[in-house]
């Protein structure tokens, strides 16, 4: 069976060939050839045969796979059609994510990037920005505001997931949460169907009233979805809830900020109170995909957003006086304490 050892010649060399290399793994995500690769062992006769593709050419494209360590072969023989593959577990999926239709990535076009491109020297020195036509943080105007909501709602799948997963014992009767930053209320609306007794209030700046005003008129959800209007960063949270959540939020500020509203948090919530903290926390796999945001936020100084290690967390809200903070496991962890 071969390998592929990522020495840095070859991270170099794949680096350099990126643009062709998303080229090949998109081809074979549209084409459906990772659906027959994460079944197999699938011989190269089979593949062939199935998908109507010259063998030759089929084993040197399959080769470029092999290249990025995705696709395994074995071969016992010199005899091209007995070659056999298989993709590496979770394929398809990670391909899906970030050549696939809904991918971020298919928006990245319409960013500033290429303002970047070829000066990060300058950049680097403070010399070039992103222009805030492309990028404005915080969202200043009624259309941009809009515009990073949704966003956001598209980007739910792997928040959902966890939610969903440990929904049961998040949650009890008459409940009442308080969604800090969440958005237009599409997290919100879906956590009020999948638990009839639970209430949510959206917690954002007024500028949001009227998206979470469609959304709940778009799921038919009555008084069971609210909003509050206010500044975190210039007013105490909201109290009277049960829960105060932090979705994608406290990464986007700097860590005297994050501390800041857990502190908040704290004092807002009563005995009993929880608070959820939901991101996307700082490994290597997410590093590496967190590539392009990196990339792109270098000429944007107002926007401090990092991936932090769960650990920040964990130490944190330990320090501030919640007892038993855990992490409970999915596509994106979720951390949880509770006010003594």
Same mark, same amino acid.
């Given at each position: &069976?071969?390998?592929?050892? =990522? ?21 074979? /995500? ?10 197999? %062992? ?8 199935? @998908? ?7 084993? $040197? ?23 056999? @593959?298989?993709?590496?577990? *979770? ?34 020195? *403070?010399?070039?920005? &992103? ?20 966003? &956001? ?5 792997? #928040? ?16 009442? =949460? ?34 979470? +005003? ?26 009277? /809830?049960?829960? #105060? ?14 501390? +800041? =509203? ?9 005995? *009993?109170?929880? #608070?959820? #903290? ?5 490994? %290597?796999?997410?590093?590496? +995909? ?22 920040? @967390? ?6 501030? *006086? ?11 962890? =979720?951390?949880? +304490?509770? $006010?003594?």
């Amino acid at each position: &069976m071969s390998t592929v050892e =990522l020495t840095p010649r070859a991270l170099l060399h794949l680096l350099f060939n990126g643009a062709r290399a998303i080229d090949v793994v998109e081809t074979a /995500y549209k084409l459906g050839l990772l659906e027959a690769l994460e079944a197999g %062992p699938v011989t190269l006769e089979v593949l062939s045969q199935k @998908y109507g593709m010259v063998p030759g050419r089929l084993y $040197k494209f399959l080769d470029c796979l092999e290249s990025l360590g995705l696709v395994r072969r074995e071969q016992k023989t010199d005899a091209l059609l007995e070659a056999r @593959y298989t993709a590496v577990p *979770g394929l398809r999926a990670a391909a899906e994510k970030v050549v696939g239709p809904q991918s971020l990535e298919r928006d990245r076009e319409k960013y500033g990037w290429r303002e970047l491109h070829g000066h990060l020297p300058e950049v680097l020195r *403070g010399e070039r920005s &992103m222009p805030a036509k492309d990028f404005e943080w915080p969202p200043q105007t009624t259309e941009q505001v809009a515009g990073f909501e949704a966003s &956001m709602a598209a980007g739910l799948g792997p #928040i959902l997931e966890v939610f969903r997963t440990h929904g049961g014992t998040l949650w009890r009767p008459g409940q009442k =949460l308080l969604e800090v930053g969440g958005g237009d209320g599409s997290l919100a609306a879906h956590l009020l169907e999948q638990h009839p007794e639970l209430q949510v209030d959206v917690y954002n700046l007024p500028a949001t009233e009227a998206l979470v +005003a469609r959304t709940r008129e778009k799921h038919q959800l009555g008084a069971r979805l609210g909003f509050v209007g206010g500044d975190f960063l210039k007013e105490p949270l909201p109290r009277g /809830y049960d829960a #105060i959540s932090f979705v994608r939020v406290l990464h986007d500020w700097p860590a005297e900020t994050a501390r +800041a =509203l857990m502190k908040a948090t704290y004092e807002a919530l009563p005995s *009993g109170g929880r #608070i959820l #903290i939901c991101e996307e926390f700082r490994t %290597p796999e997410r590093l590496t +995909a967190q590539f392009f945001w990196s990339y792109f936020l270098m000429g944007v100084d107002s926007c401090v957003s990092r991936l932090r290690e769960v650990e920040y @967390y964990l130490l944190a809200l330990k320090d501030l *006086g919640f007892k038993a903070p855990e992490v409970l496991p999915g596509p994106f962890e =979720l951390v949880v +304490a509770t $006010k003594p």
